[in-house]
């Protein structure tokens, strides 16, 4: 986090496009071990279930950082010409300091394990930590064989090619809602930025609950098929009402419950799923190749504005992706802790 903050700060610095793409790409590399890091550090600290909800309540920081940072932009680039800086630059340099203070504090705030919480009632911390110790036995015998072993199963691989699916359509919409919503909307702005936002508050609901349900059930592989067909629900509607504000906007709404909850679910899914030391491996390679479609989806839309002149087949193509995405995973045999209640 310390890393990624000051890197984020330092793009404000950028003089040209290769500097630019330089600092990206740092930035890129200060930021991969951040998810993969959180996701394998609720595993050490919350049983299977209660995972899909605290994955959950781990992501509504991405919608929130977008409901939020989407207005707070529109101030921060009239700021142009303030010390001398253009508006991009203070947009940078401000927005990459909570990254930097929270880096600073986390070593101090966060531990490791249950056991070594001293802010824990004994009894808590021993139940706790007990229950999780339970849960490793059980992953363990299942996985028996070397770490590299397991990252070369045919089930981790695909769960690499469902999490490429939906960062293909999280980021194929993420990058490029705001021009369509400005497009039939004709808002700029704070107003457009509000708009943007919209579809993502109401998804902070979708994504609290799904996960809870997930969790009181003990269910997890129909819980992402659910969602990922929603989401796709959702880009046909919006791909329908493309000119339509009101249809459009209901479209896209859709689409974030079902799209956003996919992934707080589906990463409750590798933990269980890999034992021992291949759980960090795993979850590492499953981000990093699901994270190549943040490049394909938006590259996708645009391809595919140009060739048509319109929105409603990049969304269709995405939404294609999320049903692929459902019929992938509905083939796969889970083992039966994502199956029980913990």
């Known amino acids: 986090m310390l890393t990624w903050g000051l890197v984020s700060m330092a793009m404000c610095f950028a003089s040209g496009k290769w500097s630019l793409y330089g600092l990206r790409v740092l930035l890129g590399a200060a930021e991969a071990g951040f998810f993969p890091g959180v996701v394998l550090y609720l595993s050490y600290w919350f049983p299977a279930r209660e995972r899909a909800k605290t994955i959950a309540l781990f992501m509504l920081a991405v919608p929130i950082s977008v409901a939020v940072g989407a207005p707070l932009s529109t101030p921060l680039l009239a700021l142009d010409g303030a010390l001398g800086l253009r508006g991009w630059q203070w947009l940078f340099l401000i927005e990459g300091i909570p990254a930097v203070l929270l880096g600073v504090l986390a070593p101090f705030w966060l531990t490791d394990r249950p056991e070594h919480a001293a802010w824990l009632p004994e009894a808590d911390r021993q139940s706790l930590a007990d229950?999780?110790?339970?849960?490793?036995?059980?992953?363990?015998?299942?996985?028996?064989?070397?770490?590299?072993?397991?990252?070369?199963?045919g089930r981790?691989?695909?769960?690499?090619?469902?999490?490429?699916?939906?960062?293909?359509?999280?980021?194929?919409?993420?990058?490029?809602?705001?021009?369509?919503?400005?497009?039939?909307?004709?808002?700029t702005g704070l107003g457009l930025a509000l708009l943007t936002?919209?579809?993502?508050?109401?998804?902070?609901?979708?994504?609290?609950?799904?996960?809870a349900h997930s969790d009181r059930s003990g269910e997890r592989k129909w819980h992402v098929v659910a969602c990922a067909l929603t989401g796709a629900?959702?880009?046909?509607?919006?791909?329908?009402?493309?000119?339509?504000?009101?249809?459009?906007m209901l479209g896209f709404t859709l689409c974030q419950v079902g799209q956003r909850s996919v992934a707080a679910?589906?990463?409750?899914?590798?933990?269980?799923?890999?034992?021992?030391?291949?759980?960090?491996?795993?979850?590492?390679?499953i981000n990093s190749i699901g994270n190549?479609?943040?490049?394909?989806?938006?590259?996708?839309?645009?391809w595919l504005k140009q060739a048509t002149h319109?929105?409603?087949?990049?969304?269709?193509?995405?939404?294609g992706a999320l049903c692929a995405l459902a019929a992938l995973?509905?083939?796969?045999?889970?083992?039966?802790?994502?199956?029980?209640?913990?």
């Not at 409750?268 to 890999?274: D, E, F, G, V, Y």
């Open 131 to 153: 229950e999780l110790a339970a849960e490793q036995r059980q992953r363990d015998s299942r996985h028996t064989g070397s770490p590299l072993a397991a990252l070369k199963s």
């Open 156 to 187: 981790v691989l695909a769960l690499c090619l469902v999490y490429f699916m939906n960062t293909m359509a999280t980021y194929g919409i993420f990058l490029w809602l705001p021009r369509i919503i400005e497009d039939v909307s004709g808002q």
């Open 233 to 248: 629900a959702g880009l046909v509607v919006a791909a329908s009402f493309q000119h339509h504000l009101l249809g459009l």
């Open 310 to 319: 319109g929105f409603g087949a990049g969304l269709l193509v995405l939404a």
């Open 265 to 285: 679910v589906f990463w409750a899914i590798p933990p269980a799923l890999l034992g021992g030391t291949a759980a960090a491996a795993g979850i590492a390679l």
């Open 197 to 211: 936002a919209a579809p993502m508050l109401v998804a902070l609901v979708g994504m609290v609950v799904v996960g």
């Open 292 to 302: 190549l479609g943040g490049a394909v989806g938006p590259a996708v839309m645009g």
């Open 329 to 342: 995973l509905a083939s796969l045999r889970l083992p039966r802790e994502d199956q029980k209640p913990g």
